[in-house]
């Protein structure tokens, strides 16, 4: 008998094929961490509405003071008796800390600075207003796409630890993707925040011609600056993972591990050093489409993605490829299909923009040719007057 649902007890235990001391700790770890995804929530709708406004620095500094609370709180209860008692504990209370410290900062920043100044309706101007179908309809492929985004390294872990055997290969596989995977995120993770420019700077968005019409940002800017992030995430990325000795000092200094495991994780970070151009260009397309209200569009790329991530990784063990450059492979292969799909969506909005505007301006053209042909005024009176001098 065990504490928790079967369903639990399948997926942790069974489909990843970990003993019953590793499984009971991970699901009781999931039940801990319960509440979690509500103060995540919190956070994040008032992260949204700071960052409309342009308050990105209340918002970044809201990211840093959850890690530095993080920090802070796993030093303190090291010293506490939950180190003996239940260790599991640290990291989850810690976590819960940071997510208070963040949320709470959003809240505070939101209702000092935006929260009088939100008006209750919008006219046409501004968007019009808000309705539950409205935000459905622009949430839901975009939580689609964060779900499929979140589920992949799940689904990464459990396919290398079943091509493996569920072995001391297997859990030396997914020690070594547990390992890369915060030092790869470093140099590219940040790229994803790209989607947020072109919302709040973009000319075209009504709301930020009703904020301040006298901006110059155009979307020629946006993507000189998406541009040169990109081309610093890849300098960085060459940098740390080709550059002999770097990697595997980051990990040994950094992250803790011995030098023949760092050893083992240079191929899969190099791997990580090509994930900036896909992750560029399918944030800077999804923010040019959320400008658009277009996100409908974007729901094929999740769809995409899994498929591409599942096919990678049943494939590419007949092809020799195993363990960790399995993995981080895979995960390529999947950015590299979600951008495509993404890049495909923008495509066909963009010709549909091309195709309306071009109609708009035919229409106008007709109307002012029109107007063009039609009599002077003088010459409409003159013939009026005649008809009555006739008469």
Not at 119 to 137: R, W
Not at 293 to 300: C, G
Request: glycine share 6%; charged share 15%; with cysteine.
């Amino acid at each position: 008998q065990h504490p928790y649902s079967d369903l639990g007890y399948y997926i942790i235990n069974k489909l990843h094929h970990v003993d019953d001391s590793v499984g009971s700790k991970t699901r009781k770890a999931f039940l801990y961490l319960a509440a979690f995804p509500f103060m995540d929530a919190m956070a994040w709708t008032h992260a949204g509405i700071l960052l409309k406004h342009k308050y990105s620095f209340l918002v970044g500094c809201a990211s840093i003071s959850d890690v530095i609370a993080q920090v802070v709180f796993v030093a303190i209860l090291l010293h506490s008796h939950l180190e003996c008692r239940e260790p599991l504990l640290i990291p989850i209370l810690s976590l819960y800390m940071g997510a208070l410290v963040r949320c709470t900062t959003l809240c505070l920043g939101y209702y000092r600075n935006i929260h009088d100044i939100i008006p209750d309706h919008s006219g046409p101007e501004m968007g019009g207003d808000a309705t539950i179908k409205k935000m459905l309809s622009f949430w839901w492929p975009l939580a689609l796409i964060l779900a499929t985004q979140r589920i992949s390294r799940p689904i990464v872990n459990l396919f290398v630890s079943r091509d493996l055997g569920g072995s001391s290969a297997a859990t030396e596989a997914v020690a070594i993707l547990t390992a890369t995977y915060p030092v790869g995120h470093m140099p590219y993770g940040w790229l994803t925040e790209i989607r947020a420019v072109y919302p709040a700077f973009d000319e075209n968005n009504p709301s930020n011609k009703m904020v301040n019409s006298s901006s110059t940002v155009t979307g020629t800017h946006i993507k000189k600056f998406t541009f040169v992030c990109m081309a610093l995430s890849l300098t960085l990325c060459f940098v740390m993972f080709w550059t002999p000795n770097v990697s595997e000092k980051i990990l040994i200094d950094i992250i803790g591990v011995d030098f023949a495991f760092a050893e083992l994780c240079v191929i899969p970070l190099r791997i990580f050093s090509f994930f900036p151009v896909p992750v560029t260009v399918r944030a800077h397309l999804t923010g040019w489409l959320m400008t658009l209200k277009k996100t409908f569009v974007l729901a094929p790329s999740s769809v995409l993605r899994i498929i591409v991530l599942i096919t990678s990784l049943i494939v590419l063990p007949y092809l020799g490829v195993h363990g960790a450059t399995l993995g981080v492979g895979s995960l390529l292969a999947g950015f590299v299909g979600e951008s495509t799909m993404v890049a495909i969506a923008a495509c066909y909005v963009y010709q549909k923009q091309k195709k309306k505007r071009n109609d708009n301006e035919t229409a106008t053209e007709g109307e002012d040719s029109a107007m063009t042909d039609m009599p002077p005024t003088e010459e409409i009176t003159d013939i009026v007057e005649m008809r009555e001098d006739n008469e």
